[in-house]
C-alpha cells in the first residue's frame, strides 16, 4: 500500500510539473497551450480524488489504521 500510495503522489506532482512547463513553453498558440495545460490540471485532480478513494477504501476494509494522537491526552 506504501509503494502505490508514494507512486501515485509522484504521478500527481509530475502531473502538477507538465501543467507548469506547458503554463511556460506551451504551443505556438494561446489555445493549444491552454488545451494542454486544463488536460495536466484534470489529470492531477482525476489522480487526487483517486488516491483518496483508495485510502479511504483501504480504511473501510481495514488495511490501514489510523494512527495519532487520541484526543483529550
Request: charged share 10%; proline share 1%.
Amino acid at each position: 500500500m506504501v509503494f502505490i500510495t508514494t507512486l501515485a503522489f509522484i504521478a500527481i506532482i509530475a502531473s502538477l510539473g507538465l501543467a507548469m512547463y506547458y503554463m511556460l513553453k506551451g504551443g505556438n498558440t494561446e489555445n493549444s497551450k491552454s488545451n494542454h495545460m486544463s488536460k495536466a490540471l484534470a489529470l492531477r485532480v482525476g489522480l487526487s480524488v483517486a488516491l483518496f478513494l483508495c485510502i479511504l477504501i483501504s480504511w473501510k476494509i481495514g488495511w490501514i489504521e489510523p494512527t495519532g494522537i487520541k484526543a483529550g491526552q
